[in-house]
Nanobody, 119 residues
Framework: QVHLVESGGGLVQAGGSLRLSCAAS????????MGWYRQAPGKQRELVAS???????NYADSVKGRFTISIDNSENAMYLQMSSLKPEDTAVYYCNARISGVYGTNNYWGQGTQVTVAS
Protein backbone atom coordinates (compact mmCIF):
# COMPACT_ATOMS: atom_id res chain seq x y z
CA GLN A 1 0.00 0.00 0.00
CA VAL A 2 1.00 3.62 -0.58
CA HIS A 3 0.37 6.50 1.80
CA LEU A 4 0.67 10.25 1.34
CA VAL A 5 1.01 12.45 4.40
CA GLU A 6 0.78 16.23 4.25
CA SER A 7 2.06 18.65 6.85
CA GLY A 8 2.73 22.35 7.25
CA GLY A 9 -0.74 23.84 7.16
CA GLY A 10 -1.93 26.39 9.68
CA LEU A 11 -3.17 29.89 10.30
CA VAL A 12 -1.28 32.83 8.82
CA GLN A 13 -1.92 36.52 8.29
CA ALA A 14 -2.46 37.85 4.79
CA GLY A 15 0.89 38.51 3.16
CA GLY A 16 2.55 35.77 5.14
CA SER A 17 4.13 32.50 4.07
CA LEU A 18 3.69 28.79 4.69
CA ARG A 19 5.50 25.70 3.44
CA LEU A 20 3.53 22.52 2.84
CA SER A 21 5.18 19.11 2.68
CA CYS A 22 3.95 15.80 1.30
CA ALA A 23 5.74 12.53 1.87
CA ALA A 24 4.93 9.30 0.06
CA SER A 25 5.66 5.98 1.73
CA UNK A 26 4.96 2.30 1.20
CA UNK A 27 5.61 -0.10 -1.65
CA UNK A 28 6.84 2.43 -4.20
CA UNK A 29 8.73 1.62 -7.37
CA UNK A 30 8.65 5.10 -8.85
CA UNK A 31 6.88 8.43 -8.47
CA UNK A 32 5.87 9.86 -11.83
CA UNK A 33 4.31 13.16 -10.80
CA MET A 34 2.94 14.92 -7.76
CA GLY A 35 0.60 17.80 -7.27
CA TRP A 36 -1.22 20.02 -4.81
CA TYR A 37 -4.95 20.56 -4.99
CA ARG A 38 -7.15 22.67 -2.77
CA GLN A 39 -10.80 22.80 -1.87
CA ALA A 40 -12.46 25.76 -0.24
CA PRO A 41 -15.87 25.45 1.45
CA GLY A 42 -18.63 25.25 -1.13
CA LYS A 43 -16.18 25.04 -4.03
CA GLN A 44 -14.82 22.28 -6.21
CA ARG A 45 -11.37 20.88 -5.68
CA GLU A 46 -8.90 22.65 -7.96
CA LEU A 47 -5.34 22.09 -9.08
CA VAL A 48 -2.88 24.49 -7.46
CA ALA A 49 0.41 23.21 -8.86
CA SER A 50 1.93 20.02 -10.20
CA UNK A 51 5.41 18.72 -10.90
CA UNK A 52 6.86 15.71 -12.68
CA UNK A 53 9.73 13.60 -11.41
CA UNK A 54 11.84 15.39 -14.02
CA UNK A 55 11.03 18.75 -12.46
CA UNK A 56 8.57 20.17 -14.98
CA UNK A 57 6.03 22.25 -13.10
CA ASN A 58 2.65 23.79 -13.77
CA TYR A 59 0.72 26.39 -11.75
CA ALA A 60 -2.80 27.71 -11.55
CA ASP A 61 -2.95 31.31 -12.74
CA SER A 62 -4.15 32.40 -9.30
CA VAL A 63 -0.89 31.32 -7.62
CA LYS A 64 1.72 32.04 -10.29
CA GLY A 65 4.53 34.15 -8.91
CA ARG A 66 3.50 33.46 -5.30
CA PHE A 67 3.76 29.68 -4.91
CA THR A 68 6.69 27.42 -5.75
CA ILE A 69 6.44 23.65 -6.04
CA SER A 70 9.44 21.35 -5.70
CA ILE A 71 10.11 17.63 -5.57
CA ASP A 72 12.73 15.51 -3.85
CA ASN A 73 12.89 12.24 -5.75
CA SER A 74 15.30 10.66 -3.27
CA GLU A 75 12.78 11.15 -0.46
CA ASN A 76 9.57 10.71 -2.49
CA ALA A 77 8.56 14.09 -1.16
CA MET A 78 7.05 17.26 -2.53
CA TYR A 79 6.88 20.78 -1.17
CA LEU A 80 4.82 23.88 -1.78
CA GLN A 81 6.30 27.19 -0.70
CA MET A 82 3.46 29.67 -0.45
CA SER A 83 4.21 33.38 -0.17
CA SER A 84 2.14 36.56 -0.28
CA LEU A 85 -0.81 34.56 0.94
CA LYS A 86 -4.30 35.95 0.44
CA PRO A 87 -7.55 35.18 2.27
CA GLU A 88 -8.79 33.52 -0.92
CA ASP A 89 -6.00 30.94 -0.55
CA THR A 90 -7.86 29.56 2.47
CA ALA A 91 -8.73 25.93 1.78
CA VAL A 92 -7.89 22.35 2.58
CA TYR A 93 -4.80 21.47 0.57
CA TYR A 94 -4.45 17.92 -0.71
CA CYS A 95 -1.40 16.11 -1.98
CA ASN A 96 -1.82 13.90 -5.04
CA ALA A 97 0.72 11.56 -6.59
CA ARG A 98 0.86 9.17 -9.51
CA ILE A 99 2.92 6.26 -8.28
CA SER A 100 3.97 2.87 -9.58
CA GLY A 101 4.12 0.17 -6.95
CA VAL A 102 3.32 -3.46 -6.34
CA TYR A 103 -0.33 -2.72 -7.14
CA GLY A 104 0.41 -1.11 -10.49
CA THR A 105 0.30 2.58 -11.37
CA ASN A 106 -2.32 4.55 -9.48
CA ASN A 107 -3.23 8.02 -8.26
CA TYR A 108 -3.10 8.50 -4.51
CA TRP A 109 -4.41 11.26 -2.25
CA GLY A 110 -3.37 12.52 1.14
CA GLN A 111 -5.78 13.34 3.93
CA GLY A 112 -5.46 17.10 3.47
CA THR A 113 -4.07 19.93 5.54
CA GLN A 114 -5.95 23.12 6.41
CA VAL A 115 -4.54 26.48 5.36
CA THR A 116 -6.30 29.53 6.76
CA VAL A 117 -5.27 33.04 5.75
CA ALA A 118 -6.64 35.79 7.97
CA SER A 119 -7.27 39.24 6.54
Amino acid sequence: QVHLVESGGGLVQAGGSLRLSCAASGSIFSVHAMGWYRQAPGKQRELVASITSGGSSNYADSVKGRFTISIDNSENAMYLQMSSLKPEDTAVYYCNARISGVYGTNNYWGQGTQVTVAS
